[in-house]
T-cell receptor
């Protein structure tokens, strides 16, 4: 077990709705990254937060947004949901700086958009 | 831009046989390389990583990988697989510094009794 927890584990939403996914990072980690994994594909980078600031973004539209809180937990928000947003959303935490660690992943949130 | 190619989408292998899962990457700078495993309905678990030093890296569950800079490859091997190794395996690359992982599309390893 990595110590990275995500909630909820499963979620069903209707097209056009908004969703918030949550991630609690491993103790001592200051960086959180979010990935989208469509069925049968590898994870795709959405964005990354380092010390509460977004410091990298993948090829995702602005309706994908996020936050990182002072305790380094994080949220992923998706507005105006589309059917193609159905995927497993993975959160990863790491320690970046003088001493770096590898990314530790949570169990993921399975989002289904109908 | 970095990219990762996993040459086999599916690899069936009999129990106790050896296996190799292939991974090639493209990058113009020094990279860190990783293999992750994903069991059904689970997140990603790190098997092993190459950051620097010895090109032969040993990981958990008896897996190992060899970094070959000239061939830009990082193939994963296990000398004898078990039924419990059945899972999806992902190769990933990142630059040094605070940069995200770039994943391949994955290889589904199916171990047959």
């Amino acid at each position: 077990e990595t110590g990275v927890t995500q909630s909820p584990t499963h979620l069903i939403k209707t097209r056009g709705q908004q969703v918030t996914l949550r991630c609690s990072s491993q103790s001592g980690h200051n960086t959180v990254s979010w990935y989208q994994q469509a069925l049968g594909q590898g994870p795709q980078f959405i964005f990354q937060y380092y010390r509460e600031e977004e410091n990298g973004r993948g090829n995702f539209p602005p309706r994908f947004s996020g936050l990182q809180f002072p305790n380094y937990s994080s949220e992923l928000n998706v507005n105006a949901l589309e059917l193609d947003d159905s995927a497993l959303y993975l959160c990863a935490s790491s320690l970046e700086g003088i001493r770096n660690t590898e990314a530790f992943f949570g169990q993921g949130t399975r989002l289904t958009v109908v | 831009a970095q990219s990762v190619t996993q040459l086999d989408s599916q690899v069936p292998v009999f129990e106790e046989a050896p296996v190799e899962l292939r991974c090639n990457y493209s990058s113009s700078v020094s990279v860190y390389l990783f293999w992750y495993v994903q069991y059904p309905n689970q997140g990603l678990q790190l098997l092993l990583k190459y950051l620097s030093g010895s090109t032969l890296v040993k990981g958990i569950n008896g897996f190992e990988a060899e970094f070959n800079k000239s061939q830009t490859s990082f193939h994963l091997r296990k000398p004898s697989v078990h039924i419990s190794d059945t899972a999806e395996y992902f190769c990933a690359v990142r630059n040094s510094g605070n940069t995200p992982l770039v994943f391949g599309k994955g290889t589904r390893l199916s171990v047959i009794a």
